[in-house]
């Protein structure tokens, strides 16, 4: 037995952070209910990263709304918020990340569902909370990136702000949610209060930045200084960073820059014997590496460095990634359908619990699928 089974969430969010989070809950047991518009349903149906598609729909869609069922109504239709009522009654959780006010308007704001539920946990995504001048700007993940400052952390030095080429913003924000919904269903199994749950993308992805932000509060305000050569952190001295080999690429972490020499046979290294400057002159140093690490193949500095503890590693693509038997032995990757002819290969849950890995086989619903049975089963008029 899963540890949400028997919780029933109903996802009322669109495109990336609040389906995220419903997935997460998902892969855990709790039975997952998207509620969505009849004419075309959640908007990141048709939202493609690349030009994949499957069944009509983004790649992008079925690998995030895996595990769930579909419910279509018109939020704007009386009697189909009175069916959305009804499911709301019979709830644990409701997950929603639309712009402030538009659950509101709508009648689902927390308010009105905890006088439906008074034990319903509430989760609200917002891109940058509900008060101040940004309350309306869209709350899209590269806007984010940007007005946080993440981007001033990425590149060398003499290249522009750098945003990640992932949407980090929305992950981390649906996972500090599902954070938010475990604790109160933690409370509510205590003391039997629901629970009104806030997050928004920029206070996530400023937590996402809390080392390097402590910093700068601490620092007198400092500014970040990318490395001029290979930089991977701006606030971490040489030798870190990527380096081409002679056949491709060797990540280098934290490591002492004599020892470095030594083992690597680059004699200008074991100057550098005083710590503070591999800050300091962290450019030279890296630049003294980056000639060095060209004569030779990435397995030959592997078969020096590993044996002797020091942190690197090889820089994988992703189809010598998936043929290595480091994630092989890891079972990451599971086959989802939503019928014996519309199927996708995606990872799994990450998360292990007593042991077991969490698969669920369960596609992505087409939209609303599963209205029909939900309203019988819920004893809702049709």
């Known amino acids: 037995?899963?540890?949400?089974?028997?919780?029933?969430?109903?996802?009322?969010?669109?495109?990336?952070?609040?389906?995220?989070?419903?997935?997460?809950?998902?892969?855990?047991?709790?039975?997952?209910?998207?509620?969505?518009?009849?004419?075309g349903g959640d908007l990141?149906?048709?939202?493609?990263?690349?030009?994949?598609?499957?069944?009509?729909?983004?790649?992008?869609?079925?690998?995030?709304?895996?595990?769930?069922?579909?419910?279509a109504a018109n939020l704007k239709d009386t009697a189909d918020r009175e069916r959305v009522a009804?499911?709301?009654?019979?709830?644990?959780v409701l997950v929603q990340n639309f712009r402030p006010g538009v659950m509101t308007r709508l009648g689902l704001d927390y308010e009105t569902v905890r006088a439906l539920n008074p034990g319903i946990v509430y989760g609200e995504i917002t891109g940058y909370g509900n008060e101040g001048p940004w309350v309306y700007k869209p709350g899209q993940d590269l806007l984010l990136q940007?007005?946080?400052?993440?981007?001033?952390?990425?590149?060398?030095?003499d290249r522009p702000p750098t945003p990640f080429g992932l949407a980090v913003v929305d992950l981390f924000t649906g996972a500090h949610l599902v954070q938010g919904i475990l604790a109160c269903l933690v409370r509510r199994g205590i003391t039997g209060e629901g629970g009104l749950v806030q997050v928004s993308l920029l206070?996530?992805?400023?937590?996402?930045?809390?080392?390097?932000?402590?910093?700068?509060?601490?620092?007198?305000?400092?500014?970040?200084?990318?490395?001029?050569?290979?930089?991977?952190?701006?606030?971490?001295?040489?030798?870190?960073?990527i380096y081409e080999t002679a056949d491709g690429y060797l990540a280098l972490a934290m490591g002492s820059i004599p020892v470095l020499g030594e083992l690597l046979g680059c004699p200008p290294l074991l100057d550098y014997t005083d710590t503070a400057s591999w800050f300091s002159e962290r450019d030279a140093i890296k630049a003294l590496l980056v000639e060095h690490l060209k004569t030779g193949s990435t397995a030959h500095w592997l078969g020096i460095l590993e044996p002797q503890d020091i942190w690197c590693a090889d820089v994988l693509t992703w189809d010598r990634l998936l043929q290595h038997e480091g994630f092989k032995v890891i079972d990451m990757v599971q086959e989802v359908a939503r019928d014996e002819h519309v199927k996708l290969d995606t990872t799994r849950c990450p998360i292990r619990i007593d042991g077991e890995i969490l698969k669920s086989r369960k596609g992505a619903p087409r939209i609303g699928e599963d209205t029909t049975r939900i309203l019988s089963e819920f004893a809702i008029p049709d």
């Open 1 to 39: 037995m899963r540890p949400l089974e028997g919780l029933l969430v109903l996802d009322f969010s669109i495109f990336l952070s609040g389906p995220s989070a419903a997935l997460r809950l998902a892969d855990l047991g709790a039975r997952v209910i998207k509620v969505e518009r009849p004419d």
């Open 44 to 71: 990141c149906r048709q939202l493609y990263i690349s030009e994949l598609e499957l069944d009509g729909e983004s790649t992008l869609f079925h690998s995030i709304n895996r595990n769930k069922e579909s419910f």
């Open 86 to 92: 009804a499911l709301i009654r019979s709830a644990d």
């Open 146 to 157: 940007s007005i946080s400052g993440l981007v001033w952390l990425n590149g060398d030095a």
């Open 203 to 241: 206070e996530s992805i400023l937590d996402f930045q809390f080392e390097v932000l402590t910093t700068h509060l601490n620092d007198g305000g400092k500014l970040p200084r990318r490395s001029a050569i290979n930089n991977a952190h701006a606030y971490l001295a040489a030798p870190y960073g």
